[in-house]
């Protein structure tokens, strides 16, 4: 890792993570609601693959010589998606409803880590390396969540 890493390396790292704690955290909002053991088999580990990715990116942010934290999703980010999640889960629990949302989430997850890969091909080798596991991680979890609708 390089240790004089630029201000857009630092900034790739933060969107991985936020990307990998909001994962964790609507499939934390819906496990509960899953009533298919299949399905919440799924969901538990793509929660342990996430997990990986934030504890990856965490071990990233502790080798940097500045005392920067890890950027996740803020109180409010947190609230907000919560209820959503609430909101769309409240009257349909099927695991065809729950996939859709979380599908939806996954794709914008999807979204974003391709265009931060092809706008930053100069970035830190290690966030990238991160940055691609993360992305090819969600593309699975998108076929894998596709069973459920």
């Excluded at 969901?43 to 504890?55: H, T």
């Excluded at 349909?92 to 914008?108: F, K, P």
Aim: proline share 2%.
């Amino acid at each position: 890792m390089n240790f004089f890493m630029n201000e857009n390396d630092l900034n790739v790292l933060d969107e991985v993570n936020k990307g990998a704690t909001m994962g964790m955290d609507a499939i934390q909002f819906v496990e509960k609601k899953v009533g298919d053991e299949n399905f919440r088999e799924v969901l538990n580990a793509q929660y342990a693959k996430y997990q990986e990715i934030s504890n990856r990116a965490n071990n990233l942010y502790e080798k940097m010589p500045s005392n920067k934290e890890p950027h996740e999703a803020s109180a409010m980010n947190k609230l907000m998606t919560w209820w959503g999640v609430q909101m769309k889960v409240m009257s349909d629990q099927s695991n065809s409803n729950i996939s859709e949302l979380l599908l939806n989430g996954t794709n914008m997850g999807v979204i974003e880590g391709r265009r931060l890969i092809n706008q930053n091909p100069h970035i830190d080798a290690d966030i990238h390396t991160l940055l691609c596991d993360f992305v090819k991680m969600q593309e699975k979890s998108y076929e894998e969540l596709k069973n459920f609708l």
